[in-house]
């Protein structure tokens, strides 16, 4: 009984005690026990027992990691000390190279571009059928679009790259163009498109076979053809449909190019160029490679576009022959919108097949954002980032640009909002057809927010009218959601400007604002004078009759000239200009046509006002963002606020930064701005028509509202960090127009606080009545 139990408690642990004895006597074993004293004699006897004789099998071959410690001679060798071996660097001959580095890196790294399109015109068809080709695939290439002619015009198209050789015989004029081809762009493109102008090619297929063609081919492929006569064997490529030549073709032909044009005699240049790859390059024209095939159709006489549907016409690369510009504009339009929709069928079928992944996914449908394929909604991180949703319905709009709280809906908000409820019925229907038909739509609330990493986001509910099958009509209501997508970026071209351009500041100044003027002065010599810009300074002394007449005994502008005539004392490099203007009508419009005639037409103005504190920073802002016959600038300045307002009870910081309690952004200010001359000229020029009707739209008009209405540019309107101005109790000018006194008087009143200032600064004043 006892053994019994003793076995049952040591059961659980017998595995353990087994392993932990083994151990112990598998390590006893596998040990060597030595147990000699460790002197020198051993050490040299363990090196020979280690060792071993030679030819002798016994010992152990000694590690490399092992140092015997002694010399052949048997003396104790010394402590190893390691030797520095110093760097010398060799003598250089000459000034050292300079390292060339290419501009891009696909340069660097012998990247090309995929097409080169060349196309072959005549003075006959240069503005017909030439044109439409330009326009119809030039936009669409990624790669560059050629004309090659025999004739040399002086008026060619807008916006096309003609070359002419001089001689109107198709042989010499394909010869010269494809020797132009190899002098000037064999090194930057892997495909080469030759075509005639009397041919449609559809852009988006021949970048779409040129895409799966290896870069290393050698191919000659088109519409082939048998020589006339059957003289020559192999089949050449008509250029009629066109013809793709690779660059490994056109570099082996290259040596024998000027061979082809003595030897070969004919008079088509299609047979010209066919001969000369077939009989040095052993190239034949092939209709299909690996699968890819050269689709082209043959166009009949009065052939109705709408009635063709053989496969050869809707899978087509090219359509040859094109008789005039409208049939091309024709046949490009009816491409376009077969390509756009198989677009929209392959949209379809990749949002289908999304949907179907999404519902094994381990979210189920909710793994699918929707729109499926859309960028999901913008999430917040705080409060702040919270986007707004505008209230609308089909006759107003309750979020003003100017800030009032509704407005009635014109322009293109009317237009955006028609074409959301058109497309909302639409799409219902689409939903419950053929069992219920809606129409009549009229719309209850509709909301609308900008997220600027998906789109305009709608929501909107209808009161729409259901007519079933049966007849039976109700009225109904409807929630829906819609996005306007935004579909894709594009980098907008802009003409170059540089940060070396001279800008002539203008201060127009009255009376009142002479005390002003003077701190104006100072800061100019600070940040401008002192530090060297690239500005020229002027002053527009602006006169009334009763202050012009007594200019010789009390001129109000004295200090302020004295003024400059001490700075350019101080700087004699600095040369400050003033005009003396004499006016009843203080519009800025009169007075720039004054200055406008003193200077050229490439002058970059900078109005301001002597408030204003320039900086370098804020001219190369001006200079970039003012384009010639491009752009105007007009930069919102950082107004501060009243100290006694922002600050109560405390000292103003010295050095103020960009928070909301500090100041803001004033908006309804547009006295600054940057402009060219020759910008301003011409936005007068077109002004003069409507100056005729009413005379005194020189002084209801600002500056602003001019280039608005009259100039055609883009008008720039941003908030400048860069330029700020200092709290200053202004008084408007009644003299003004009606709205430029409204705009003054909204920026006077707002600079004094913000509102939460502003209501505190109310209820300590109520506190301190009430006791």
């Known amino acids: 009984m006892r053994i019994s139990m003793l076995v049952s408690l040591i059961r659980p642990t017998g595995p353990i005690i087994v392993g932990i004895s083994l151990g112990f006597t598998l390590s006893l074993l596998s040990v060597t026990w030595v147990n000699e004293s460790c002197d020198s004699d051993w050490m040299g006897a363990a090196d020979e027992m280690l060792i071993g004789q030679p030819g002798s099998s016994k010992g152990a071959r000694k590690p490399s990691s092992i140092s015997s410690g002694t010399t052949d001679n048997g003396n104790v060798e010394e402590d190893f000390e390691p030797r520095i071996v110093p760097y010398n660097k060799p003598a250089q001959e000459g000034p050292p190279k300079k390292v060339f580095r290419s501009k891009y890196a696909s340069t660097e790294l012998g990247i090309r571009e995929r097409l080169f399109v060349s196309v072959f015109t005549s003075k006959a068809t240069m503005n017909t059928l030439a044109v439409a080709i330009n326009r119809t695939l030039n936009h669409h290439l990624d790669g560059r679009l050629i004309f090659f002619t025999g004739t040399r015009n002086r008026k060619l198209p807008n916006g096309m790259f003609v070359v002419a050789h001089g001689d109107e015989r198709p042989v010499p004029n394909m010869y010269q163009s494809v020797r132009y081809l190899l002098k000037h762009h064999i090194a930057e493109y892997d495909w080469f498109y030759l075509v005639q102008d009397d041919t449609y090619t559809q852009p988006e297929r021949l970048k779409s076979l040129v895409s799966h063609l290896s870069m290393g081919l050698q191919l000659y492929m088109g519409r082939p053809g048998e020589f006339i006569g059957g003289e020559t064997q192999g089949r050449y490529c008509h250029s009629g449909p066109g013809f793709l030549l690779s660059r490994a073709l056109l570099l082996k032909l290259q040596p024998f190019l000027e061979q082809c044009r003595t030897d070969i005699i004919s008079v088509r240049p299609d047979e010209w160029l066919g001969r000369c790859i077939i009989d040095y390059v052993g190239m034949n024209c092939v209709e299909e490679y690996e699968g890819l095939n050269y689709n082209y159709f043959t166009m009949e006489n009065n052939m109705d576009l709408r009635r063709v549907g053989n496969d050869g016409f809707q899978d087509a690369l090219t359509v040859h022959p094109v008789t005039s510009a409208e049939l091309m504009y024709r046949l490009h339009k009816h491409f376009t919108e077969i390509e756009l929709q198989r677009t929209y069928e392959e949209i379809e079928k990749l949002q289908s097949e999304i949907k179907n992944v999404s519902e094994v996914a381990a979210d189920g449908n909710k793994s699918a954002l929707w729109p499926i394929g859309i960028t999901p909604p913008f999430e917040p991180k705080n409060r702040f980032e919270v986007l707004r949703w505008d209230y609308f319905t089909e006759d107003n709009l309750f979020s003003c640009v100017d800030g009032a709280p509704k407005c009635q809906l014109s322009g293109a908000d009317r237009d955006d909002v028609t074409d959301v409820i058109k497309v909302a019925v639409e799409e219902l229907n689409k939903k419950y057809n053929p069992f219920v038909q809606l129409s009549a739509p009229r719309l209850v609330n509709g909301y609308r927010r900008l997220d600027q990493t998906r789109g305009m986001e709608y929501t909107l509910d209808l009161q729409v009218q259901a007519t079933t099958e049966s007849g039976h009509q109700k009225s109904i209501a409807r929630r829906v959601h819609l996005v306007r997508p935004l579909s894709q970026v594009e980098i907008i071209p802009m003409p170059y400007v540089t940060e070396a351009t001279r800008v002539h500041i203008f201060l127009p100044l009255t009376s009142y604002e002479s005390h002003v003027a003077l701190h104006f002065l100072d800061h100019c010599s600070t940040n401008l004078f002192e530090t060297g810009e690239n ?57 720039l046509d004054i200055v406008s005639r003193k200077h050229p037409v490439e002058t970059l103005f900078l109005l301001v006002t002597a408030d204003t504190v320039l900086n370098s920073e804020f001219l190369n802002r001006c200079r970039m963002n003012t384009i010639s016959g491009w752009q105007a600038f007009f930069p919102i300045h950082f107004q501060d606020f009243d100290p006694s307002v922002a600050y109560p009870d405390q000292v103003p910081p010295s050095s103020q930064d960009l928070v909301r309690e500090a100041g803001h952004f004033d908006r309804y200010t547009f006295e600054e701005a940057c402009f060219y001359n020759s910008d301003y000229m011409s936005s007068r020029t077109r002004m003069s028509g409507d100056l005729q009707e009413n005379e005194e739209l020189l002084e209801s008009l600002d500056l602003y509202d ?39 008087l909204q920026s006077s009143l707002e600079s004094h606080g913000s509102r939460s200032q502003l209501a505190m600064l109310i209820f300590e004043q109520e506190q301190g009545n009430s006791t």
């Not at 020229?536 to 400059?564: C, G, H, R």
Request: include cysteine; proline fraction near 5%.
């Open 535 to 591: 500005a020229v300074l002027n002053f527009l002394f602006t006169y009334e009759p009763a202050e012009a007449q007594k200019v010789s005994t009390n001129d109000v502008f004295a200090e302020v000239k004295a003024k400059i005539t001490a700075i350019e004392r101080r700087y004699p490099s600095v040369k400050v200009s003033w005009i003396s203007i004499k006016t009843e009508s203080p519009g800025v419009l009169r007075i």
């Open 706 to 744: 001019m280039f608005v209405q009259y100039s055609g540019l883009h008008v720039f309107r941003a908030v400048e960090p860069a330029l700020r101005q200092a709290y200053r109790n202004r008084t408007c000018d009644p003299r003004l127009s009606e709205d430029v006194f409204h705009r003054c």
